[in-house]
């Protein structure tokens, strides 16, 4: 298997511009994890979903940040519109469901809004 | 909120010797999870512990658990250059497939 997959995998963008991220998670996995890190306050959870339903989306900052998973193999996480602080690596993960809880990451997208 | 806070922030070792790495945390958990990130790179999963264990094993990684004292340990003996990489402690409040908390982490440096 290919892994979690994002793309792009680094975006330079400046303020107020529209950002899309894009996740495919591994083949089987129920469950898809976005995660963003900072180096002021680590890792964060933004939202997860369980087969494509999203269930917890407190972690997402603002009215500016939306998430959807129209399939079982792709989500997008959008910043419109994006500012300064928004620049950060955010992370995808996925996990089977059942017993494994082990998250799968992917390798991330840097963000860096101007 | 982070849940886990490990320690210390940085550390820095010569090939060969053990790396310890501690993480408390705040609430009650179902699991703590290990996870390492080498620079400019997605996490990946090391080990896991569940609440009713105390000590687990993996190759040349030791965790241990204490419930009582919320915390954690991470050790690596026979440290090499590749371990070089920063490492996070993450804990999952229940069963199932809930998100996990993670800390800030350890920045280790292994010099060959």
């Known amino acids: 298997d290919a892994g979690v997959i994002q793309s792009p995998r680094h975006e330079v963008t400046e303020m107020g511009q529209e950002v899309t991220l894009r996740c495919k998670p591994i083949s089987g996995h129920d469950y898809l994890f976005w995660y963003r890190q900072t180096m002021m306050r680590g890792l964060e959870l933004l939202i997860y979903f369980n087969n494509n339903v999203p269930i917890d989306d407190s972690g997402m900052p603002e009215d500016r940040f939306s998430a959807k998973m129209p399939n079982a193999s792709f989500s997008t996480l959008k910043i419109q519109p994006s500012e300064p602080r928004d620049s950060a690596v955010y992370f995808c993960?996925?996990?089977?469901?059942?017993?494994?809880?082990?998250?799968?990451f992917g390798p991330g997208t840097r963000l860096l809004v101007l | 909120s982070q849940q886990g806070e490990e320690d210390p922030q940085a550390l820095s070792i010569q090939e060969g010797e053990n790396a310890t790495m501690n993480c408390s945390y705040k609430?009650?958990?179902?699991?703590l999870q290990w996870y390492r990130q080498n620079s400019g790179r997605g996490l990946v999963h090391l080990i896991l512990?569940?609440?009713?264990?105390r000590e687990k094993h993996s190759g040349r990684l030791r965790v241990t658990l204490d419930t009582s004292k919320k915390s954690s340990s991470l050790l690596i003996t026979a440290s090499r250059a590749a371990d070089t990489a920063s490492y996070f402690c993450a804990t999952a409040a229940q069963s199932g497939n809930t998100p996990l908390v993670f800390g800030k982490g350890t920045r280790l440096s292994v010099i060959a």
């Open positions: 993960a996925s996990t089977p469901g059942g017993r494994e809880e082990t998250q799968y």
């Open positions: 609430t009650s958990i179902n699991n």
């Open positions: 512990i569940r609440s009713n264990e």
